[in-house]
């Protein structure tokens, strides 16, 4: 088939790579002007790295390996540790964060150099019920037997199917950066989640001496933007225990970048005859649960599944909806209730055991739990 996808991010690239290795014809639109080459790290838990196998992509020699999330109180107690490298063991693929710039290199490694059309916005989708079609703002359209929206939070291919207001803010917003500071977490194989009144930070280690960094604060859309985010930042958490302090002190202004939390209930069905979602334009989350691209590797990867039994090509599209939709929206209703930003008491925080990690990833996961099947 001749397959139309909107959006060259990680989703758009993950449907590209899996639909051409089946033997599709797949073009790629994007409305950026060219390659995108910014934004901080991500987290790609043992569920995103098994599809990324599974598409012939490999993490080796970029970021860095996780082996424990641990949780502390502002005050630099353990509140919970959840052993990743247990999942590892488990389903034999690794948890590692990975810059976003990275993770997109690899994705588009041995693609076509002209599978990307740039600067080309989505304004309207038809179909007729044998074809579809994209139109574009620069007056020119695309026509082919699919379409898939990978065009992320501002999803115009939502917009078409959905109409406009299905996304809305959630409780959080996110400052963050990707920085070369030198600590001892950036030299680690752990991510830190630390909680307190004034909000959250999460610190990664990402690969090549960088360390992904982050705070949470709460937020609603009219809040004003500080004047000077960072030494907001270092005002409200700088008297948190090591290291958020050298953290802080060290991080360069022109790294941090700032997004509000997002929200849309998962729905049952949400493609329409010839058209589909995948990642951000199905189920925007926040990212409290570190699952955003996974559960977007996940859609491609099911989607690619579905496509390849053949048949009516509608009927796949709604049997990858039907299959995804207990998955991420599991994850989706978790991540809404912002788990990243619970102040588990330390005593509490003990009684959840080490491993649980590992099971939660199958219910997350069609691909982990295929493998277990």
């Known amino acids: 088939m001749e397959i139309l996808v909107m959006g060259a991010g990680v989703g758009g690239l993950a449907v590209a790579r899996g639909l051409l290795a089946a033997g599709h014809r797949v073009r790629v639109f994007e409305r950026a002007p060219g390659w995108r080459t910014g934004g901080a790290a991500v987290m790609i838990f043992s569920n995103g790295t098994a599809v990324l196998d599974d598409l012939g992509v490999s993490l080796d020699g970029v970021g860095a390996r996780i082996d424990r999330i641990d949780a502390l109180t502002s005050g630099g107690r353990l509140r919970t540790s959840q052993n990743i490298a247990h999942a590892a063991e488990r389903y034999g693929f690794l948890t590692k964060v990975v810059s976003r710039r990275r993770l997109l290199e690899r ?54 199917l959905w109409g406009e207001g299905s996304v809305a803010p959630a409780t959080f917003g996110t400052w963050q950066g990707l920085s070369p500071i030198d600590v001892e977490v950036t030299r680690s194989h752990t991510n830190l989640m630390i909680t307190g009144r004034e909000g959250a930070c999460g610190l990664m280690p990402a690969g090549e001496g960088l360390l992904q960094w982050w705070f949470d604060v709460r937020w609603t859309p009219s809040d004003p ?92 599209l709604r049997a990858y909806e039907r299959a995804r939709y207990p998955h991420v929206s599991l994850v989706s209703r978790m991540a809404r209730r912002n788990p990243a930003n619970w102040r588990i008491p330390p005593m509490i925080g003990r009684l959840f055991p080490e491993t649980s990690q590992t099971a939660m990833l199958a219910r997350f996961s069609n691909r982990l739990t295929a493998l277990a099947a």
């Not at 079609?133 to 291919?157: E, K």
């Not at 090591?242 to 729905?267: Q, T």
């Open 225 to 316: 933007r500080p004047a000077d985010p960072l030494a907001d930042m270092r005002r409200r958490f700088g008297h948190w225990a090591s290291p958020v302090p050298e953290v802080l002190a060290a991080a360069p202004e022109g790294d941090l970048a700032f997004f509000g939390h997002h929200w849309n209930k998962v729905r049952r069905v949400w493609g329409e005859g010839r058209v589909t979602l995948v990642g951000d334009a199905a189920h925007i989350m926040p990212p409290t649960l570190g699952q955003g691209a996974n559960q977007t590797l996940e859609d491609a990867w099911v989607l690619g599944r579905e496509l390849a039994k053949g048949g009516d090509p509608v009927e796949r």
């Open 107 to 160: 994705l588009a490694d041995g693609l076509p150099g002209d599978l990307v059309e740039y600067g080309r916005e989505c304004r309207g989708v038809e179909q007729d019920g044998r074809r579809v079609t994209a139109t574009f703002g620069d007056g020119t359209a695309a026509t082919g037997d699919l379409l898939v929206g990978a065009d992320g939070h501002h999803s115009a291919v939502r917009a078409r």
